[in-house]
């Protein structure tokens, strides 16, 4: 621009110094020695108008290398700077990434933290003594120790005697002193009874009767009792024992049951 601006002076400068030269020969005011002399300084100054044009021009050319590089190197910046911008967010997606990975594993842990737990609950929960009542009597027992006298007195209830005596025989065994020692003489007196040992059945009820004269069932291992006696054709036994029951326990069931089936012993 600078360049453009400079041309039309130096146009106006040569017009000047033809313009004079002109003026002079019209004139007839100089000499050769003198035109030649005009002519030199009309040189000298086209030479610096050149001169001082070529110098804008260098400047000019110098500027807009100055400008590209400026511009080159800007675009450059900005191409740096945005190839950091896609590497930072490559990172911040693995971050993220990473870090709802991190979320899903604390979450599955946090999961099978609660199902371990919950798992050894469920196992303390079946290892701690339970509270049970059996025929009035409430008592604290181990949990396997109800399993296995629960299950005895099932059988029984399904008819199969021969395993119910094997059951409540091995639970005597296994637990001695046991607070259901009580029920597991009179069912097994009931067991033996079923499967038509009325030997055994009568020496398991007898023992009942005798460790547990105030159990609520003793009226009824009487009655059972007699008609073991009576099975195996001990017709007198059976009427002492029925004697027994009603003396024993004369507002019982049992009792009222004793009087019918002494009407009935021959």
Same mark, same amino acid.
């Given at each position: !621009?600078?360049?453009? !601006?400079?041309?039309?002076? +130096? ?16 004139? *007839? !005011? ?9 002519? +030199? ?8 108008? $050149?001169?001082? %044009? ?16 400026? +511009? ?29 990975? @991190? ?32 025929? *009035? ?7 396997? $120790?109800?399993?296995?006298? #629960?299950? =005895? ?5 399904? *008819? ?15 637990? @001695? ?43 009824? =291992?009487?009655?059972? @009792? =007699?008609?073991?006696?009576?099975? !195996? ?8 024992? %029925?004697? #027994? ?22």
């Amino acid at each position: !621009m600078a360049v453009a !601006m400079f041309r039309p002076a +130096v146009a106006a400068a040569l017009f000047a110094g033809s313009l004079g030269l002109v003026r002079l020969a019209h004139a *007839g !005011m100089f000499d050769d020695e003198e035109a030649r002399k005009a002519i +030199v300084d009309l040189r000298n100054r086209v030479t610096a108008v $050149e001169d001082a %044009l070529k110098a804008r021009t260098a400047e000019a050319a110098t500027a807009n290398a100055q400008w590209t590089e400026q +511009v080159g190197a800007l675009r450059g910046s900005l191409l740096d700077l945005n190839n950091q911008l896609e590497v930072m967010r490559g990172e911040i997606a693995k971050l993220r990434g990473h870090g709802e990975q @991190l979320t899903r594993e604390l979450a599955d842990l946090q999961r099978r933290q609660k199902d371990t737990a919950q798992a050894a609950d469920e196992r303390l929960r079946k290892l701690e003594p339970v509270k049970v009542t059996i025929d *009035g009597k409430e008592f604290v027992v181990e949990q396997d $120790e109800r399993r296995a006298y #629960e299950e =005895a007195v099932g059988v029984i209830r399904n *008819g199969d005697f021969d395993k119910a005596v094997a059951l409540l025989g091995a639970f005597q065994r296994r637990y @001695l002193g046991s607070s259901y020692t009580d029920s597991t003489r009179f069912w097994l007196g009931n067991a033996l009874y079923g499967k038509r040992d009325y030997k055994e059945a009568i020496s398991a009820f007898r023992t009942f009767v005798t460790g547990a004269a105030d159990h609520p069932r003793a009226p009824e =291992a009487l009655l059972f @009792l =007699a008609n073991s006696q009576a099975e !195996m054709k001990d017709a007198k036994a059976a009427r002492k024992t %029925l004697d #027994e029951l009603q003396k024993a326990y004369p507002q019982s069931e049992a009792a009222v049951a004793a009087k019918e089936r002494l009407a009935t012993l021959k």
